[in-house]
C-alpha cells in the first residue's frame, strides 16, 4: 500500500511539474489532494493503519525478545521501551484526532 501511494504520489507530482496546462491545473490538483487528505474516511483509515502497526510492533517485539532473551542490547529494548510509551501517552495526534 505504501509503494502504491508513493508511485500515486510521484505520477502527479511528475503530471504538475510537466503539465503545461498551467496554474489552473496545478490549483485544482491541490485542491483535490487536500480534499481527499481532509476526508474523514481516510483520515480514520490512516489512523487505523497506525494503530494496527504500532500494535503489531509491540507483538514482533515480545516475539524475539522472547526468542533470544538477554541477547537483545539494553539500549534497544529502551529505546523501544520509550516509542511505546510515548505512543500510548499522546492521546492525539498531530490532526487533534485521537490515535485509538
Do not use: C
Not at 19 to 35: F, H, I, L, N, P
Not at 77 to 84: F, G, H, I, N, T
Amino acid at each position: 500500500m505504501r509503494y502504491k501511494l508513493t508511485f500515486l504520489a510521484g505520477l502527479a507530482l511528475g503530471y504538475v511539474l510537466g503539465t503545461r496546462a498551467g496554474r489552473e491545473q496545478y490549483e485544482k490538483m491541490k485542491k483535490s489532494v487536500r480534499d481527499f487528505s481532509q476526508n474523514p474516511a481516510v483520515r480514520n483509515a490512516a489512523e487505523s493503519a497506525a494503530q494496527g502497526g504500532r500494535e503489531a510492533a509491540g507483538r514482533a517485539f515480545h516475539v524475539v525478545s522472547d526468542k533470544v532473551g538477554d541477547r537483545v542490547p539494553a539500549t534497544v529494548a529502551d529505546r523501544v521501551r520509550s516509542l511505546r510509551e510515548r505512543g500510548q501517552a499522546e492521546a492525539e495526534d498531530d490532526w487533534g484526532t485521537s490515535n485509538t
